[in-house]
């Protein structure tokens, strides 16, 4: 198990998310850094963590404003490497990541115009290159869902997996930044058992160690984490033990 330390964008700062509730979300307040600036931030966490690379939530972006291509180039010139939800709706909205240099470019539930998108990706950038986002709200799938026909989150992933995803980011908006843990283990332990040759990534809500280590008994592989870390709530000794 590796972490996956967040940056949440909004308005060229780094935010502290709260429950998908995004009109309330502030600059963030840390004990690792005095600065929301993103640079700043993404340098504290390799200082007291050793991280070189980031999820990035472009907020603004996925709200349909541009995204934030000054901070994704300043970022990756001082050697990180990125995983970016830039609010991607169809394929073409994801070619200019891939142009910029981002390692990972996430296609998120929320966002995309449909199911069609996330076969096109895979096809044209790479499956290992494409992280699917299953984006939920109190368990409950988030985006335009007619176009995949349910409601419901499994048969959604489940097709995914079939167009083509390998790397499945499973996350609960509704949990982010409230230390109640993430609340999707045993569906993550169901996607395992079903797709082994699936990367799972989980986050929103982990608060400690010890979620970590259900985390890790449900066989996921990565953890996004931004509270827990600028808390110190979990530490670099914690992540030795994984």
């Given at each position: 198990?590796?972490?996956?330390?967040?940056?949440?964008?909004?308005?060229?700062?780094v935010v502290r998310g709260v429950g998908g509730r995004r009109q309330e979300y502030r600059p963030v307040v840390s004990r690792l850094t005095s600065s929301s600036r993103p640079l700043d931030v993404a340098l504290?966490?390799?200082?007291?963590?050793?991280?070189?690379?980031?999820?990035?939530?472009?907020?603004?972006?996925?709200?349909?404003?541009?995204?934030?291509?000054?901070?994704?180039?300043?970022?990756?010139?001082?050697?990180?490497?990125?995983?970016?939800?830039?609010?991607?709706?169809?394929?073409?909205?994801?070619?200019?990541?891939?142009?910029?240099?981002?390692?990972?470019?996430?296609?998120?539930?929320?966002?995309?115009?449909?199911?069609?998108?996330?076969?096109?990706?895979?096809?044209?950038?790479?499956?290992?290159?494409?992280?699917?986002?299953?984006?939920?709200?109190?368990?409950?799938?988030?985006?335009?869902?007619?176009?995949?026909?349910?409601?419901?989150?499994?048969?959604?992933?489940?097709?995914?997996?079939?167009?083509?995803?390998?790397?499945?980011?499973?996350?609960?908006?509704?949990?982010?930044?409230?230390?109640?843990?993430?609340?999707?283990?045993?569906?993550?332990?169901?996607?395992?058992?079903?797709?082994?040759?699936?990367?799972?990534?989980?986050?929103?809500?982990?608060?400690?160690?010890?979620?970590?280590?259900?985390?890790?008994?449900?066989?996921?592989?990565?953890?996004?984490?931004?509270?827990?870390?600028?808390?110190?709530?979990?530490?670099?000794?914690?992540?030795?033990?994984?």
């Amino acid at each position: 198990m590796r972490i996956l330390p967040v940056l949440d964008l909004q308005n060229g700062l780094v935010v502290r998310g709260v429950g998908g509730r995004r009109q309330e979300y502030r600059p963030v307040v840390s004990r690792l850094t005095s600065s929301s600036r993103p640079l700043d931030v993404a340098l504290a966490f390799r200082a007291h963590f050793g991280f070189d690379e980031l999820y990035l939530a472009d907020l603004d972006a996925i709200a349909g404003h541009p995204p934030a291509w000054d901070t994704y180039a300043s970022l990756r010139e001082a050697g990180f490497r990125l995983n970016v939800d830039a609010g991607v709706r169809t394929t073409a909205d994801a070619k200019p990541l891939a142009g910029a240099g981002v390692e990972g470019i996430v296609a998120g539930l929320e966002t995309l115009t449909g199911p069609e998108v996330v076969r096109d990706l895979c096809r044209e950038l790479g499956s290992k290159r494409i992280l699917f986002s299953l984006d939920l709200k109190e368990g409950r799938p988030l985006g335009n869902l007619a176009t995949w026909y349910t409601t419901e989150a499994w048969p959604i992933v489940e097709r995914a997996v079939h167009l083509g995803v390998r790397r499945v980011i499973v996350l609960d908006l509704a949990r982010v930044g409230g230390h109640g843990g993430t609340g999707t283990e045993e569906f993550c332990a169901r996607l395992v058992g079903e797709f082994p040759g699936v990367e799972m990534l989980a986050g929103g809500g982990v608060r400690d160690e010890d979620d970590l280590v259900r985390l890790r008994q449900a066989g996921v592989k990565v953890v996004l984490v931004a509270s827990a870390l600028h808390d110190g709530r979990l530490r670099r000794e914690h992540f030795t033990r994984l």
